[in-house]
């Protein structure tokens, strides 16, 4: 079986030096224009988007795929993953900056290929939730044809993971890091030691890619949840130590505290419980996502947390956040433009546009509808997934 796939993924078709256009009944380009063509037609060429817009002439160098009856659009976002290897957590010390999601990273491995059958084209991968301050982790696109480290790696260090809340405090109950205040005091300590050493120009390895965090190079992904946790996280990490903050979670009742959320311009990458049915005791089904948009919350995203949600259904967060109250459009581009704006690499990835990244999904349908499915995925112009050749073996 092992060999049979890699059989296929050597042979499927591979158009990242070529010119490549799709023709399709829709595309949704996530712009911030919002622009959709009806019908659309993308060019790709050396890995890039060449032309973005209406159906025009077709030149006889170029290889046609026509697909009248889909709809086009960005392959997925996903900043809060955990599907790239073996889990990694250092359980001895209550923070660790220093430590890299890098060494458990396994390309292609059968939970991301299931990932880019579904749509989702770049991934954050990070290290667990075990300790206030997890370690670094790795953004990454989700090939599948001849995988290796140094072909999928989008940017790494891609940003750091902190556990402010929940997981933490599972520790041995005498650990002082257990208490929310225990917590906070370990983050602030090594966080301003970060900074510290960054304003003096001193190198201290275990602590420089923190430093970067703190002066607004790399952004911070931190797991919180519950209306207290989140508001407490926003105030340390977006007003106190102003670095680019994003509260990922924010479940149970954490949706309440989107209003103070929007206040502080603080980001949200919520997930993997998208709905509040017992939390907040007030009789009903509290469709999170749509809370969290109506209050103002900037650039909100969503995530799987996979494993806990499969990242095959990625599609399925924005799905069943449309049905209890959210814009089905504005849900796609929580998995599209905007976690890719809130993690600065927009100007490669989460929209179709001149310049960007050709990493494109033709899907039967609307991404949103759970009765459709990918036809398409591209990466950087490279078929990644073609269901007429793979669709048996996912």
Not at 71 to 90: E, K, M, R, S, Y
Not at 214 to 234: F, Q, W, Y
């Amino acid at each position: 079986m092992v060999m049979r796939l890699l059989l296929l993924l050597l042979a499927a078709p591979a158009f990242g030096g070529e010119r490549l256009v799709l023709r399709v009944g829709k595309l949704l380009t996530m712009s911030d224009a919002d622009t959709i063509y009806a019908p659309g037609m993308v060019v790709c060429e050396e890995g890039k988007l060449t032309y973005v817009g209406p159906p025009r002439e077709v030149s006889a160098d170029a290889t046609l795929l026509d697909y009248p009856d889909s709809w086009c659009a960005p392959g997925l976002v996903d900043l809060h993953t955990h599907i790239h290897g073996p889990g990694i957590n250092d359980m001895v010390r209550a923070v660790n900056p220093e430590l890299r999601a890098r060494p458990c990273v396994i390309p292609g491995n059968a939970a991301i290929r299931r990932g880019c059958a579904a749509g989702v084209t770049t991934l954050f991968g990070i290290p667990g939730s075990g300790t206030n301050m997890g370690g670094f982790g790795v953004l990454y696109k989700a090939r599948m044809r001849q995988p290796t480290y140094e072909t999928i790696v989008l940017r790494d260090p891609g940003g750091l993971k902190v556990a402010q809340d929940s997981n933490p405090q599972r520790r041995n109950a005498t650990d002082f890091g257990v208490t929310r205040a225990g917590q906070s005091w370990n983050i602030r300590d090594v966080a301003l030691r970060a900074k510290a050493a960054a304003a003096q120009g001193r190198r201290d390895p275990a602590l420089d890619e923190l430093s970067r965090v703190m002066t607004g190079d790399l952004p911070v992904l931190i797991h919180t949840a519950g209306s207290e946790g989140v508001v407490n996280t926003a105030r340390m990490w977006k007003v106190d130590f102003q670095t680019r903050c994003v509260v990922s979670h924010g479940s149970f009742d954490g949706w309440k505290a989107a209003p103070a959320l929007a206040r502080m311009g603080c980001p949200v990458n919520h997930g993997p419980r998208t709905v509040d049915y017992f939390a907040s005791h007030n009789g009903r089904i509290n469709g999170t996502s749509a809370e969290f948009v109506r209050a103002g919350v900037p650039l909100f995203s969503l995530n799987t947390d996979s494993g806990v949600v499969p990242e095959e259904e990625f599609f399925l967060q924005g799905a069943m956040s449309a049905r209890y109250g959210a814009d089905s459009y504005a849900m796609l581009k929580a998995m599209t433009a905007n976690p890719a704006k809130v993690f600065g690499i927009e100007h490669r990835v989460g929209s179709l546009e001149v310049g960007k990244d050709a990493d494109v999904v033709v899907w039967t349908g609307d991404p949103l509808d759970p009765r459709v499915h990918t036809r398409l995925v591209l990466i950087e112009g490279d078929v990644e997934f073609d269901r007429d050749e793979d669709g048996r073996l996912f």
